[in-house]
């Protein structure tokens, strides 16, 4: 990690702002997708497949496909792909999101099984500097970051990390935010913990948080793990870096299952207000979650919708819920 890289993390990190007082700069080649569809692959509700508290999503974007996560469990993924006829092993870039287990869990054993098929597969993995920085839960010595073990084990097969410490555009029109600055002081992340550094221990705000943007005719459509770095704080950084049009979808965890009446509704306001179209809420968004923001944010049934295993968001077809959530 680069001296500025670690700067970013610690600013984030500690102080939770911006990582920089400049206003972002949006690309000036402003390229589209076309074709999008996204299926999720791991998540609590499933019809068809196996839930799990964690998260996974296949992105195809004009003929481009990469993972977003890779679920908790070992071979969750693996399963319920194999059960919806989807073939991974043609797959070469993940996205990990952030460093929690139910979001990185699932690599090791996707990289090893679809190597078998494809040595490439799942071989190059965007991340933001501050993944691998270790952690301690509040009264333990133990290591609490997963993946430094799993970086180990992942290189050792021939896969590559690749840090991101701004926003980046992977594909024609498909770009990862890097590290989210916090706008607004969205505290969405759980129990206590603590990173290490050289001073000691401060306080862990999941400073790596990213989410993934494709930008197309329609608007935006954002996809993010956990959404530590806050729903409205990553929505609206991306807004600024890519483009300022209208949040045509948001997909994934937006860490709101325990957040308050208070709290969905300024959330419900301010993705109104960037005119929200879709919402395929999954993993940790919670469930009530998904309804108050439906009711709030003036959305149908149709269109926002409780994720689940299998379910899909297409760019010209909308949401597919499948039987369970609809």
């Known amino acids: ?66 993972l977003f996560d890779t679920g908790d469990r070992p071979e969750t993924v693996l399963q319920n792909a194999r059960e919806l006829g989807i073939d991974l092993s043609t797959v070469t870039e993940v996205v990990l999101s952030h460093h929690h287990g139910d979001h990185t869990g699932g690599l090791l054993a996707l990289r090893r099984e679809l190597a078998k098929a494809n040595p490439a597969a799942l071989s190059r993995i965007h991340v933001a500097p501050g993944i691998f920085l270790s ?32 926003p980046v555009e992977l594909l024609p029109g498909v770009w990862l935010t890097g590290p989210v600055p916090r706008r607004y002081p969205e505290r969405n992340w759980g129990p206590p913990m603590s990173i290490v550094t050289a001073r000691g221990l401060v306080p862990d705000s999941i400073p790596e948080d990213m ?59 301010k993705l109104r207000a960037a005119g929200l179209v879709n919402l395929l809420g999954g993993h940790c968004t919670g469930i009530e979650a998904v309804f108050r923001i439906r009711e709030l944010a003036g959305l149908t049934r149709r269109a ?10 297409d760019l ?8 369970l959530a609809q």
Do not use: Q
């Not at 590559?160 to 701004?166: A, D, M, N, P, R």
């Not at 950084?237 to 208070?262: N, Q």
């Open 304 to 313: 926002a919708v409780v994720a689940a295993v299998g379910s899909s968001f």
């Open 316 to 323: 010209d077809r909308g949401i597919d819920p499948l039987a």
């Open 135 to 166: 952690r301690r839960k509040a009264g333990s010595d133990a290591e609490s970051n997963p993946t430094i073990a799993l970086k180990g084990a992942v290189e050792a097969g021939g896969g590559v990390f690749i840090e991101h410490s701004g």
């Open 1 to 66: 990690m680069t001296r500025a890289a670690v700067a970013l993390v610690l600013t984030i990190g500690i102080a939770g702002a911006p990582a920089t007082t400049e206003p972002p700069i949006r690309p000036a080649s402003a390229h589209r997708v076309h074709s999008v569809h996204i299926t999720v692959l791991s998540t609590m509700l499933a019809d068809k497949g196996v839930g799990e508290w964690g998260f996974a999503a296949l992105i195809e974007a004009d003929g481009h496909r990469l």
């Open 211 to 269: 989410a993934l943007v494709l930008n197309t005719d329609k608007g935006l459509v954002v996809v993010t793990g956990c959404g530590h770095a806050g729903t409205i704080n990553t929505v609206e950084y991306a807004r600024d870096v890519v483009a300022p049009g209208p949040l045509y979808a948001l997909i994934g965890g937006l860490h709101l299952f325990a957040a308050t009446d208070s709290t969905l509704a300024w959330t419900a306001a």
